[in-house]
């Protein structure tokens, strides 16, 4: 089975705080996700790799840089964390040939103090 | 990618079959349909996706109308494991690395009762 594995499940940091937040996924895929989640706004994406040192822009980039070193892993980072992103943030990761679905993480619950 | 409208809440016997709705009127014809969940507190599962066929595999059933305007998605017997909130979303099918996105919308809640 694909296993996408989040580093943290909850965190606690306080604002001005940088954080990372780290995702690993165990089955070559190339492209992998950054999503955060938040009640009534669903799901939004955040930034996005198609291969190692690839990335682009989602819809709610401002904030956030993301790093993909490695296939494996992609780390987002907030470089000085603020209230408003607290949130659940959620990693996802997709084979290039596939045409269907996307494998999720358990996601990481963020609160910023 | 076409919208889609689902009953916000839905409770459901345990061994009975679980029928979840979805409206997707505008879909355009190189749209699926794919269904994911998710139970609380964990990130989204994916469960099937179709284009015209109806479609089968180990978790659901996926019934798409004839006029592709609506889908139903089974769950032959439901557990209590099964509920979670399940989503219906509709978009041009995963191919090249451009086309990632992926638009959740808020779901039906699916309840699984004793």
């Known amino acids: 089975d694909v296993k996408v594995t989040q580093s943290s499940r909850y965190l606690v940091k306080r604002t001005g705080e940088k954080v990372f937040l780290e995702c690993v996924q165990d089955?070559?895929?190339?492209?992998m996700f950054w999503y955060r989640q938040d009640p009534g706004l669903g799901l939004r994406l955040i930034y996005f790799?198609?291969?190692?040192?690839?990335?682009e822009k989602g819809d709610i980039p401002e904030g956030y840089s993301v790093s993909r070193e490695k296939k494996e892993r992609f780390s987002l980072i907030l470089e000085s964390a603020s209230t408003n992103q607290t949130s659940m943030y959620l990693c996802?990761?997709?084979?290039?040939?596939?045409?269907?679905?996307?494998?999720f993480g358990e996601g990481s619950r963020l609160t910023v103090l | 990618d076409a919208k889609t409208t689902q009953p916000p809440s839905m409770d459901c016997a345990e061994g009975r079959a679980a029928n979840l709705p979805c409206n997707h009127s505008?879909?355009?014809?190189?749209?699926?349909v794919y269904w994911y969940r998710q139970i609380h507190s964990q990130g989204p599962q994916y469960i099937i996706h179709?284009?015209?066929n109806n479609e089968t595999n180990e978790m659901a059933s996926l019934i798409i109308t004839e006029d592709r305007k609506s889908s139903t998605l089974i769950l032959p017997h439901a557990t209590l494991r099964d509920t979670a909130v399940y989503y219906c979303?509709?978009?041009?099918?995963?191919?090249?690395?451009?086309?990632?996105?992926?638009?959740f919308g808020k779901g039906t809640l699916l309840t699984v009762n004793p």
């Open positions: 089955m070559d895929h190339e492209n």
């Open positions: 979303i509709v978009r041009v099918a995963f191919s090249g690395g451009s086309n990632y996105k992926l638009t």
């Open positions: 790799s198609y291969d190692v040192k690839m990335k």
């Open positions: 505008t879909i355009s014809g190189n749209e699926y």
């Open positions: 996802a990761s997709r084979p290039i040939k596939n045409t269907g679905e996307l494998f």
């Open positions: 179709g284009l015209k």
